[in-house]
């Protein structure tokens, strides 16, 4: 079987966590044949996290990890860095959902936060971890009932929150936009290129890490042979790491079952200490949106502010210039309706990244043809999901059996999607009527 890579990353625009970092060494392209006992396709956050698990386990064979990009360039090190403990189901009005899956998904979630912990602290990365929490906060009405939906649906899952009222919101974010929020206590935040160029120079030493290395062809048999331009690495098994660019491979069965969507994210120019004490609040906190379409917002302790909002449907995985340039000032105008008192705040970068959902939040785990693992689609919650996914593929592929194992086993399968053009008509104007009901939330 042959899976040609049509769509492979793109550049979409700058990325602020990326860019403020310093340059990263030389990288090492793949060239010539190569053979390893196992290919990671995707140094994302779960081609890491499988391509060092196996390592860890299987300290003797040669691991292989390619990505088209340098690590940290791609959605890994372009999300807005929160490693969310809750459930997060962005398809939902208010995140949460059944309370059995809820349960599990937590677990899950907190399984790949403890994995990370110890990765990070036994390897000093640093990239601003804080085990801080998250704040949700409301605008609109909307926003207020998913808060409330939110938090009783939190008390039944017996998991600990703090309501704040509009002035306690003010006390942390500097600004007095949010009529609502509330605390919770478990998410960690993180600088998301940092963490992930971190995790890409800690790799255990078995592990061989090709970077700007476009898969153009993979042929699926055995064993395996991934072709780039310049070199081609052949190992009996593979494990896909690449996020929406699988849903290419129709072969497989993802077509019509993954959703290839874009957010978009942008980081301010550092405040400086004047505009600071205009306003107020804590040095540093991070917001998510009561109503999932609205938007997260992240102030950092060098001084910038981190805005994310917008969802587009990408069957092509890229971004244009034009809707780059169309989500900055949206992103401008979201920044100015919070904090009216920095009128000369400008964003410094915009940026857009990969996402892959699923209609049923439904995943694709598990070994998909002989010899070939999916860690694909983590249904826009990366840093736990794709972190999880990824360890447990490779326990998966290795016969190590755990109780989070299970749960990842037992998570539903990608739902089929309709044809397009009914797929593209429908995501389009169900967001296009989700952004219009967030109203101020955006
Ligand atoms: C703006 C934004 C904000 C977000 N905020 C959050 C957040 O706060 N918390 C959270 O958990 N998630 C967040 N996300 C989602 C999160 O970033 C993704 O879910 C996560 O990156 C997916 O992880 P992954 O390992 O599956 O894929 P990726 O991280 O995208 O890794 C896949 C890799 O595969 C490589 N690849 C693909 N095709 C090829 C090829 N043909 N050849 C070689 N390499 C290839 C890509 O270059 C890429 O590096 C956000 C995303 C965006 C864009």
Wanted: charged content about 20%; proline content about 7%.
């Amino acid at each position: 079987m042959q899976l040609k890579c049509r769509f492979l990353p793109q550049n979409d625009g700058r990325c602020g966590w990326y860019e403020i970092l310093p340059p990263p060494p030389v990288s090492t392209p793949l060239r010539g044949e190569v053979k390893a006992d196992w290919v990671v396709l995707g140094a994302g956050l779960a081609g890491l996290a499988a391509a060092r698990r196996l390592a860890e386990l299987q300290p003797n064979a040669a691991i292989a990890i390619v990505d088209a990009k340098r690590v940290g360039f791609g959605a890994a090190g372009r999300n807005s860095g929160f490693m969310v403990d809750l459930p997060h189901d962005l398809n939902s009005h208010n995140y949460t959902g059944d309370q059995s899956a809820d349960r599990k998904l937590i677990r899950l979630n907190r399984g790949a936060i403890a994995y990370m912990r110890e990765i990070v602290q036994r390897h000093a990365i640093e990239c601003d971890w804080r085990e801080r929490g998250k704040l949700h906060g409301a605008v609109e009405a909307r926003g207020l009932k998913a808060l409330e939906t939110f938090a009783k649906g939190l008390s039944v899952l017996g998991e600990p929150y703090r309501e704040l009222s509009a002035r306690d919101m003010q006390a942390i974010t500097g600004t007095d936009f949010y009529r609502a929020g509330m605390h919770a206590p478990g998410a960690v935040t993180v600088q998301p290129a940092a963490l992930v160029r971190g995790l890409g120079a800690t790799l255990p030493a078995n592990v061989r890490l090709y970077e700007e290395s476009p898969v153009h062809k993979i042929d699926v048999g055995k064993p395996h042979t991934l072709v780039t331009n310049k070199g081609q690495l052949t190992s009996p098994r593979l494990v896909l790491a690449n996020n929406a660019y699988a849903g290419q491979f129709s072969q497989l069965g993802f077509s019509g079952r993954l959703l290839p969507m874009y957010t978009y994210g942008s980081l301010t120019r550092p405040l400086s200490a004047q505009e600071q004490a205009d306003l107020g609040g804590e040095e540093s906190w991070g917001l998510i949106p009561a109503d999932p379409m609205g938007t997260t917002v992240r102030r950092m302790r060098d001084g910038r502010i981190c805005i994310r909002n917008v969802f587009t449907y990408n069957p092509c995985v890229s971004t244009s210039k034009s809707r780059l340039a169309r989500v900055r000032s949206v992103h401008q105008r979201s920044f100015k309706r919070r904090f009216p008192m920095l009128p000369n705040v400008e964003m410094e970068y915009t940026w857009g990244g990969a996402l892959c959902l699923t209609r049923n939040g439904g995943v694709p785990f598990g070994e998909i043809a002989p010899g070939v693992f999916s860690a694909v689609c983590q249904n826009g919650l990366g840093l736990t999901r794709g972190t999880i996914a990824g360890k447990l593929i490779a326990e998966y592929a290795l016969g190590i059996e755990s109780e989070l194992l299970d749960i990842m086993l037992e998570q539903p399968k990608p739902a089929a999607n309709p044809p397009e053009p009914f797929l593209g008509l429908g995501v389009r104007s169900t967001l296009a009527w989700k952004e219009w009901h967030a109203g101020k939330e955006l």
